[in-house]
């Protein structure tokens, strides 16, 4: 079983994989960071229950624990509330 839905849930992942990529180039907002993080985490748990490929479930739930991780480690290091800002292009913090 495949959901006709999984193709735009990918692309989804990919397409927020992109735009982290672009905020790592620039300013690293740690705001636009951890939304692109939680929307991509999002997309591979909706994944999962998209499939009964165990080579695509397995992937999605990697991906969702990466983005998990990412977050938490982002949440415990930085402190981000009292990070100075730079001033980001995309949300203007
Ligand atoms: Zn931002």
Same mark, same amino acid.
């Given at each position: 079983?495949?959901?006709?839905?999984?193709?735009?849930?990918?692309?989804? *992942?990919?397409?927020?994989?992109?735009?982290? &990529?672009?905020?790592?180039?620039?300013?690293? #907002?740690?705001? #636009?960071?951890?939304?692109?993080? *939680?929307?991509?985490?999002?997309?591979?748990? &909706?994944?999962?229950?998209?499939?009964?490929?165990?080579?695509?479930?397995?992937?999605?739930?990697?991906?969702?624990?990466? #983005?998990?991780?990412?977050?938490? &480690?982002?949440?415990?290091?930085?402190?981000?509330?009292?990070?100075?800002?730079?001033?980001?292009?995309?949300?203007?913090?």
């Amino acid at each position: 079983m495949v959901s006709q839905h999984l193709p735009y849930t990918i692309d989804q *992942i990919v397409k927020n994989l992109a735009l982290l &990529e672009e905020h790592f180039k620039d300013y690293a #907002c740690p705001d #636009c960071i951890n939304k692109h993080l *939680i929307l991509i985490e999002g997309y591979a748990e &909706e994944g999962m229950t998209m499939t009964n490929d165990e080579k695509w479930r397995l992937l999605l739930v990697k991906c969702a624990d990466m #983005c998990r991780a990412v977050r938490k &480690e982002l949440t415990m290091t930085q402190g981000h509330k009292d990070t100075p800002r730079k001033g980001c292009k995309t949300c203007g913090r």
